[in-house]
């Protein structure tokens, strides 16, 4: 099956840092990459799009600046919560869409990465 | 504005009974709908599908029932297992996108 993997899986951080988080995928080639977050209680919430090679497409409400998104390889998306502040605390979760054999609207999750910024 | 919506933020069901989560969307442009179970600390999994053109899709104990005129779907798992209880996220898709808009949750209790 199609893996996805998250690393780190928690991380906490003070207020201020910067933190990377990777989103991978490990049996497939990934054309896009979609980057997610969700509030205790809520939905997820899609933030952007990135497409390998590409710059990232950010939804509305979304600072381009704060969340940085690079999506380097068909395998490997990043994304950098800049100056974390405590209201960046939240689970964020990468998906991707494979680039061959693709059903419409084929997604697979990773794990999601807890943020918690103190 | 919310375009999927799932108003039930959770739901007990016995053991071997039916659950069935529901579902609805504003968007008369979304043509294509899926569920997406999630456990707490871990990613969504995909469960089942519904293209706009059918109105039914049945996979194992997972059926897909969706109702265009009153843009509402709902999923019945039957018989329920424990092994169910998780949140289930109804997602909405339009043609020309491949952004998925996801609902709120429904976290689904199955009793013993």
């Known amino acids: 099956g199609a893996v996805v993997s998250q690393h780190p899986s928690w991380v906490i951080c003070k207020s201020g840092t910067s933190v990377k988080i990777e989103c991978r995928s490990l049996d497939f080639q990934a054309t896009t990459m979609f980057w997610y977050r969700q509030f205790p209680k809520q939905s997820l919430m899609l933030m952007a799009t990135s497409n390998e090679g590409s710059k990232a497409t950010y939804e509305q409400g979304v600072e381009k600046d704060k969340f940085l998104i690079n999506h380097a390889s068909l395998t490997l998306s990043t994304l950098t919560v800049t100056s974390a502040h405590p209201e960046d605390s939240s689970f964020y979760i990468c998906s ?21 910024v103190l | 504005d919310q375009q999927v919506k799932q108003n039930s933020p959770s739901l007990s069901v016995q053991e071997g009974r039916i659950s069935i989560l529901n579902c609805d969307y504003t968007n008369s442009m979304f043509d294509y709908f899926l569920w997406y179970k999630k456990y707490p600390a871990e990613g969504p999994t995909f469960l089942i599908s519904i293209s706009s053109i059918k109105d039914k899709n ?36 339009e043609n020309r996108d491949d952004k998925i808009i996801f609902g709120k949750g429904t976290r689904l209790h199955i009793l013993p």
């Open chain 2, 58 to 93: 049945e996979d194992g104990r997972f059926t897909v029932f969706l109702n265009k005129s009153a843009k509402h779907l709902s999923l019945h798992i039957v018989p329920s297992q424990p092994g169910d209880s998780a949140v289930y996220f109804c997602a909405a898709s």
């Open chain 1, 96 to 116: 991707a869409s494979p680039l061959r054999n693709r059903r419409y609207n084929e997604q697979f999750f990773g794990p999601g990465t807890r943020l918690t």
